[in-house]
């Protein structure tokens, strides 16, 4: 055995920083001066920082890595349904964004090159227990990478841009704190984004993964984000729509007139809506009102202002979690007929549902669970119909059935042109249920914002392409990755600056692994090992288990130079299943079968012969006392 090339952990991570490794990290410093003052009469301040990368080198990173080669696009596509001759929409490429977006290049740029710059930002908690550390992390793809690809965690084709400040503004009062948080995330955002401004205009030329070198424009195209930082982003109040200025009183209505036409409001100008902002902010009165009426938040330079081609109101596609799931079935859909039922009879119908190898089986009811997560509400929506017929009214019953349809349609991979009417029409049916007085015992308005989204699903559809490939479920999974396996590496002080550091060497490592690969498939081509793709949202594939005790979380991060470890609880160490797993049913769909109906209906003719191995085998590794 060759002797290790290092021999204490500081040498180790030399060799480690050694590697080549993605873009280096920056560090900027922001003072917040606030209205409030301290005892001496001097206003109050806090100290800020952003980490950043180069938003242009992450993308030079992902379209020239080879590893990527076979699942990269660098022009639109129109595909067309062979049978029905009808457009069909599944990657960002056969979206209407890109091809238009590539069109209008075209007419000043010959040979450029889109790189759908994808954008998701949520901001998480990192301490356990105790504690109030978060982290905000913001990631950056593009859409010329695969949306099977991209929804990995394993294949990193999704990179961690930076990290915003997460700021208390306790040197602000209250009426203020609110606003000055919002200039306070559209400057760091600027920032962030800065380098895309001069590259979306003019072009960087990249070497791609296919080994030809073009004249790429990467342009925002996408935002991936919850409502709350959906409206943040789009400075959009929360109760109104960032597509389109619907009055709250209206969100409710339904799609279709009295004449049988569907109605759709206009869709918000980027450029009208950004001078809007702009002369609200100097204290024009006029704007200022222009902005109240369609529900716009006044803050200083929108961080979308300048970037090209950039429509900030259209680049938040449907978002399958938040919106879907978790809004519009399990906040409201449920809620209601629960309602309507009762809290009793909903657990007894959930408790009293038959064992299947496929279905979750509540034994406690709904109302005993504490912790949701994507995955109860996906089990829950399965069986919803049968739990609530007969009782709740044929209505309701029928309004519940097309949006659970509407729902099932969105989440499909690849939708055509047939498939959004079929949509359309489920979004009718359910408002002509709602206006027939399905859920009138238990609502009087529906002026609900996730609800008034499903109005431009179809839409966004078509210009982005299928939801799964902008599903939040990502940015959760790659919570565990990018900001919490850093922060449990560190000492829990100064943790930001240790995250990059743990990022960067986990890059470098990662790397140099995929180079191995790169020449050597055949050394690592056991794909049975790698469960970790799915992206579940935090928790669906982790096991909680005990709390870490200093063992392999310390690897890739020397905290020895950092300030000493506070007294703050651990948190719970997450640990990923990585070996291959057989299920079977906890309780057997087909009990109490004679041994001959085995043989000759399921096609076991060795049966018996195969128990009394195991048993003989099982006797034999029994210790002999």
């Known amino acids: 055995m060759e002797p290790l090339s290092f021999e ?111 954008l998701a930002s949520d901001k998480t908690k990192l301490s356990y227990f105790s504690g109030d550390k978060a982290a905000w992390p913001v990631y950056l793809t593009i859409g010329n990478i695969s949306k099977r690809i991209r929804s990995k965690p394993s294949k990193r084709a999704v990179l961690l841009l930076g990290y915003l400040p997460v700021a208390k503004l306790q040197c602000w009062s209250d009426s203020k704190r609110k606003a000055i948080g919002h200039d306070l995330f559209h400057a760091c955002m600027r920032k962030l984004l800065e380098p895309l401004v001069a590259a979306g205009e003019h072009g960087v030329t990249m070497h791609c993964a296919d080994n030809k070198t073009r004249h790429v424009h990467p342009l925002l195209s996408a935002y991936v984000a919850d409502h709350p930082e959906r409206s943040l982003a789009a400075c959009v109040k929360t109760n109104r729509c960032p597509p389109c200025p619907v009055q709250p009183n209206q969100q409710g209505d339904s799609p279709v007139s009295r004449t049988g036409r569907r109605v759709v409001s206009l869709l918000r100008d980027p450029e009208a809506a950004k001078n809007t902002i702009n002369a609200a902010f100097t204290g024009d009165e006029e704007a200022e009102y222009r902005a109240e009426f369609e529900g716009l938040q006044i803050v200083r330079d929108p961080f979308w202002a300048n970037l090209p081609f950039a429509n900030i109101f259209m680049a938040f596609p449907p978002d399958i979690l938040h919106q879907l799931h978790k809004g519009i079935f399990k906040d409201h859909l449920f809620t209601w007929c629960q309602t309507i039922m009762g809290e009793r009879e909903m657990d007894k119908r959930y408790m009293s549902m038959p064992s299947h190898p496929s279905l979750r089986h ?49 989440q499909q991979p690849s939708l055509d042109e047939d498939d959004l009417a079929e949509m359309d029409g489920l979004l009718e049916k359910f408002h002509e249920m709602k206006d027939q007085g399905a859920f009138a015992a238990v609502r009087d308005h529906f002026n609900i914002p996730k609800l008034h989204a499903l109005l431009h699903y179809t839409a966004l559809i078509r210009l982005h392409g299928t939801p799964d490939g902008y599903n939040t479920e990502t940015p959760e999974r790659l919570h565990i990755d990018y900001a919490k396996a850093g922060y449990r590496a560190s000492n829990k002080k100064d943790y930001i ?129």
């Open 8 to 118: 204490n952990k500081g040498s180790f991570f030399k060799k480690i920083d050694h590697l080549p490794k993605g873009p280096k990290w920056e560090r900027s410093e922001i003072t917040v001066t606030g209205d409030l003052v301290d005892e001496g009469g001097k206003p109050l301040t806090e100290d800020l920082e952003i980490w950043r990368r180069d938003a242009v080198e992450l993308v030079k990173e992902l379209i020239g890595n080879p590893a990527f080669s076979d699942h990269l696009r660098y022009e639109p596509v129109k595909v067309c349904n062979q049978k029905t001759g009808k457009r069909v929409f599944n990657e960002a490429w056969t979206g209407d964004w890109w091809w238009n977006v590539q069109t209008k290049l075209n007419l000043t740029k010959s040979g450029a090159t889109v790189a759908p710059v994808i």
């Open 362 to 410: 509540f034994k406690q009811g709904i109302s005993k669970i504490s912790q949701w997560t994507g995955n109860e509400y996906k089990q829950m929506e399965k069986v919803f119909l049968g739990a609530i017929i007969g009782a709740v009214p044929r209505s309701a019953v029928e309004a519940a059935t097309a949006l659970l349809n509407f729902i099932y349609w969105a």
């Open 497 to 625: 600056k240790q995250m990059t550091a743990f990022m960067s060497r986990m890059e470098a490592v990662n790397c140099r692994h995929d180079l191995i690969n790169l020449l050597h498939p055949d050394l690592d081509d056991d794909e049975s090992l790698d469960d970790s793709d799915s992206n579940n949202d935090d928790g669906d594939n982790t096991v909680m288990g005990s709390p870490e005790g200093g063992d392999d979380a310390m690897d890739l991060v020397d905290s020895s130079e950092a300030p000493e470890q506070d007294d703050d609880p651990e948190e719970p160490h997450t640990v990923e299943m990585r070996h291959s797993v057989i299920t079977f049913a906890k309780v057997s769909p087909l009990p109490s079968i004679p041994v001959n109906v085995l043989q000759h209906n399921f096609g076991a003719t060795n049966f018996l012969q195969a128990v009394k191995q195991y048993l003989h085998n099982a006797s034999q590794a029994q210790p002999n006392f």
